[in-house]
């Protein structure tokens, strides 16, 4: 408020005064800045007083309440949630309130209350329950500065756990307070030689002179001291957890660490303590890092992967989880978002820089409860995208050309994608959801004329190549056409914005007058990576450029993209309520609300497998979980005549990750991977990773909406996000959680034993039970090995868990008609939601959606002697919700995996479902040995159509 009345004093001042003078000259103009810097120095000292009169109140208030605290007037701190605090430095006095490309949510509604302990002329300590934080008011020199040390000064502090006092009160886990006869006295009484040794002891030998050691618990600030060897006053926090000195700070954390900014939270086991400038060690890692060498074209080398390092020319960013129970955010560079978040709203990416020297930090003190820590960092950065539900399904993609196309185009024409590729898929009954056109759509005209095509591949451009396409409105639209009336096939083409635009473009000349050029010069415009955040040239360019292709999706395969750029393609078609995708590089913090992730190139390799599979789940910690993988990889040899650059086994290997990857994409280069092309031994197998992708769809969707976007954890996870006390859990990094429900181990190495064998290690956690999905059978817990076929997938499902899955009869209509459940054997309860909405549209974002809930009981009848000594109770709740095409009525089945005997009878909502043999009509139930997404068979109770809007009691009496 007051420097809102400041500013409208002065403005009036300039206004009255340039009104007064219709002519200025040199004396007005020195009485004007008089008036200005006497303005100014009002304003300081007032600032200055208004400071301190809030110290003065807090003295009287102890524990004044607030979410945000300004401890001095170049400091700010914000309690954003449960355990993330936000630290700010403005030495122009000026915060800054404007959301953040990475941080759209600077004071979430829930955060908990700051909580004063102290704020006095020196410290100010205050908590919001969770994280406790201390910033000392004075400057303290950093070992950065050094123009006071003394050979015999404090340098450092350490915690008690370390020696004291050159040793001779050794601190261990037994003698929390000094091994006997070395009480905390006798180590003040070392050091009376030392001026006040107080609360702490100082070390003139080993094991690192010059250190200061501190020696009562109840002494909780960590300190820096240079000069004297006075170091013994007291604060609210601990010191730093022990360790390897931390390197020093960079200079941009010179201000926190001179002011000792420091935080502690947890409790026992879980304790973490922090302090500015302190090492990153432990930090969880996020995703692949942006750099224009993002392409995977040499990875992957293994030296240390268990530590974070798969390979060094392709590093993963850093997350906000740390086994050493925080990490820091640093979001002073961002760039700001004015009028608004930019999240599907009217901001825009901001031209008024921050202030010069600005420091802003996110501390994320999450402990090891990851899960939640996620949750939060989505509060702040705001949800992960919720893709269409064509985009988790079946993906077809490659690249054309020479040598094995025999042409820079090959066969890619308008009717060759229609008969060799969708119809090739239609008529073998395979799962076709996204179609993708690889560079070659928009190829090169001649530049003078613009009308003749000249052969050549277009980089960039956004003019279908008619030569190819005569009609590409009608070529989408066919390929897109509708499926046994239902949804369709989405069309995705292969952007590279960064090329101009030049006047053989189609839309040259709209686009030129929007931008105030003159269309006659033929002058080439700017694309839009180097002018995504100029608002008139993207409102141009995405009504003229991208708008006209007619494609559903988008890819942009441009090393320089950023948050920003990538985020455009989706929010444009959402404000004509239409839900895409952009799958590009990543382009840093704050891409996880938009974009999916495009690996870029790779070779045909078995290490890159592996390394897909590591670093996939990781980029949870980051919240970029929807990475999308050249499946098969991009680039290699040929090995056979039939243009196939990868071993059959390899391809199978990789489809059978892409069954449990965020998405299944296949594409490569000069190349042949339709699956049908392998001939006998392989078709089948490669053909059931399709069909299992298609029927997981209704499970990973829900996941999407329910977990994914609503809590932020992705569809794939490593193993510590479950099981974070379990050092095992840690070590398996070549399998993960996926869902809630599953742990999968993807095979990444040639079969070399007997039968086309292979063995892997893997790890089943030993906290709860756990069934192989292939077989239905109970699996012990522990590090073990196992042998698989080339038809298995090391997966595994937890015991009594409940899947939604569809049949290939959904696969292009926008929810599950029947909707499959698996009930899996081991428990006696459980539960699972099916959620569903208007696919393609971005009314989700406005509530309109249904969830339909459903549980399931075992309880015995109490008769052994009878037929059924057991019954199971499932019932499927009314939905909850609506959206546009939602169905009236629907079909539901319920598969008992792997059941240990024959139900005696079966009833839907009272009526009786005889046994009849299999493949029936709905409203009979049978035994199958069909597997649905790769799952071990059963018996299948199918009822009857029943209406959404009601409840469907199923009961099913067991042996």
Same mark, same amino acid.
Not at 140 to 146: A, F, G, I, Y
Not at 228 to 246: I, Y
Not at 267 to 290: C, K, V
Not at 550 to 565: C, G, L, N
């Given at each position: ?57 807090? &003295? ?143 070390? /003139? ?132 978002? &004015? ?178 050029? &003159? ?36 890819? /942009? &395969? ?43 190139? /790779? ?357």
């Amino acid at each position: 408020l007051f420097r809102r009345s400041f500013f409208q004093w002065g403005l009036r001042l300039v206004c009255r005064e340039t009104q007064r003078r219709h002519m200025w000259n040199t004396q007005h103009i020195l009485v004007m800045a008089t008036k200005i810097s006497a303005m100014w120095a009002v304003y300081c000292i007032a600032t200055f007083l208004s400071v301190q009169y809030v110290v003065v109140s807090s &003295d009287s208030q102890s524990f004044r309440e607030q979410t945000q605290l300004q401890c001095d007037a170049v400091t700010r701190f914000s309690s954003v949630s449960t355990h993330v605090i936000r630290a700010e430095y403005a030495p122009s006095f000026f915060f800054e309130d404007r959301p953040s490309i990475a941080f759209i949510v600077r004071s979430p509604v829930n955060a908990p209350l700051l909580s004063v302990i102290v704020n006095d002329s020196t410290w100010c300590n205050f908590t919001n329950g969770f994280v406790t934080m201390s910033y000392s008011k004075t400057a303290s020199p950093t070992s950065e500065d050094k123009s006071n040390d003394r050979d015999d000064a404090c340098t450092n502090v350490r915690n008690l756990t370390d020696f004291v006092c050159d040793g001779k009160c050794e601190r261990v886990p037994e003698y929390p307070n000094g091994k006997p006869n070395s009480t905390e006295a006798e180590c003040c009484a070392i050091c009376t030689s030392l001026a006040s040794c107080g609360s702490w002891a100082y070390a /003139t030998g080993a094991p690192a002179p010059g250190t200061c050691y501190m020696v009562t618990s109840s002494t909780v600030k960590r300190l820096r001291h240079s000069g004297t060897r006075n170091v013994g006053s007291k604060s609210a926090l601990p010191p730093p957890a022990p360790g390897p000195p931390s390197p020093p700070p960079p200079p941009g954390d010179t201000y926190f660490a001179h002011h000792l900014l420091q935080a502690r939270g947890g409790s026992g086991a879980d304790a973490w303590h922090w302090y500015a400038g302190m090492s990153s060690e432990g930090n969880l890692n996020g995703t692949l890092f942006p750099t224009p060498s993002a392409d995977m074209a040499g990875c992957c080398s293994n030296p240390n992967a268990a530590r974070g390092v798969y390979d060094h020319r392709y590093p993963l960013d850093k997350g906000v989880l740390s086994r050493a129970g925080w990490a820091v955010v640093d979001d002073s560079d961002m760039h700001l978002i &004015d009028n608004g978040t930019g999240y599907y709203d009217d901001g825009w990416i901001s031209s008024q820089p921050r202030p010069v020297g600005n420091l802003d930090w996110y501390l994320f003190g999450c402990g090891r409860d990851y899960e939640s820590c996620l949750a939060e960092f989505t509060q702040a950065a705001g949800p992960i995208a919720l893709p269409p539900m064509s985009v988790l399904g079946v993906w077809w993609s490659r690249h054309w050309g020479e040598p094995f196309d025999k042409g820079l185009f090959g066969p890619m024409t308008e009717k060759n994608i229609m008969t060799e590729v969708v119809d090739g898929y239609l008529s073998r009954d395979l799962p076709l959801n996204v179609v993708v056109l690889d560079m070659e759509w928009h190829s090169m005209v001649d530049a003078a004329t613009c009308t003749e095509f000249i052969g050549k591949k277009g980089w960039g451009g956004y003019s279908w190549n008619t030569t190819l396409f005569p009609d590409p409105e009608a070529f989408v639209a066919s390929v897109g056409r509708s499926v046994n009336g239902s949804l369709g096939i989405k069309v995705a083409l292969n952007y590279h914005p960064d090329e101009g635009i030049d006047q053989c473009q189609k839309n040259y000349a709209a686009m030129a007058t929007a931008l105030g050029v &003159d269309p006659t010069s033929g002058d080439s415009l700017p694309d839009l990576n180097p002018m995504h955040t100029n608002r008139t040239y993207c409102d141009a360019y995405f009504e003229y450029m991208i708008e006209p292709t007619h494609a559903q999706y988008a890819w /942009t &395969d441009s090393p320089r993209v950023t948050t920003w750029s990538n985020a455009l393609y989706v929010q444009y078609p959402a404000k004509k309520g239409k839900r895409g995708i952009n799958f590009s590089r990543y382009g840093g913090l704050g891409n996880h609300r938009t974009a999916h992730g495009f690996s870029g190139d /790779t070779l045909r390799k078995w290490d890159t497998l592996a390394y897909e599979i590591w670093m996939t789940p990781i980029a949870s910690n980051i919240a970029f979980g929807w990475w999308s993988h050249d499946i098969g990889g991009f680039s290699g040899n040929v090995v056979d005549k039939d243009n196939h650059t990868e071993g059959p086994e390899l391809f199978l290997r990789w489809l059978q990750f892409a069954t449990w990857a965020p998405i299944f994409r296949t594409h490569c280069r000069y190349c042949e991977q339709r699956i049908w092309t392998f001939g006998e031994k392989w078709y089948p197998l490669m053909r059931a990773t399709m069909i299992a992708r298609n029927a997981l769809v209704p499970y990973i969707y829900s996941h999407a909406a329910l977990n994914t976007h609503a809590h932020g954890r992705s569809l794939l996870v490593p193993m510590y996000w479950d099981y974070a006390d379990s050092d095992a859990a840690y070590e398996a990094i070549h399998q993960y959680v996926f869902g809630r429900d599953f742990i999968v181990a993807p095979i990444f190495n040639a079969s070399t034993g007997p039968g086309n064998t292979t063995t892997k290690s893997v790890w089943i956690p030993e906290t709860s039970a756990w069934i192989e999905w292939s077989t239905g059978k109970s699996v012990a817990s522990g590090w073990q090995e196992h042998t698989y076929t080339l038809e298995q997938t090391p997966v595994w499902v937890r015991a009594g868990a409940m899947i939604p899955t569809q049949t290939m009869s959904s696969c292009y209509q926008p929810y599950a008609d029947p909707t499959v459940w698996i009930i899996v054997p081991g428990g006696s309860s459980g539960t699972a939601s099916l959620y569903e909405d208007a696919s393609d549209s971005m009314a989700f974002r406005s509530g309109e959606a249904a969830t339909t809930v459903v549980t399931y009981s075992i309880a015995s009848t109490g008769n052994a002697s009878a037929a059924g000594t057991r019954v199971m109770n499932v019932t499927i709740a009314a939905a909850v919700g609506q959206y546009a095409g939602m169905p009236t009525s629907r079909l539901h089945q319920v598969l008992l995996m792997a059941a240990d005997g024959v139900p005696s009878d079966a009833r839907c909502n009272g009526a009786s479902v005889p046994e009849t043999p299999p493949n029936t009509v709905p409203g009979r139930w049978k035994q199958t040995e069909h597997s649905v997404a790769g799952s071990a068979g059963g018996y299948v109770v199918a009822c009857a159509a029943a209406e959404v809007a009601q409840v469907l009691s199923i009961r099913i009496d067991l042996p």
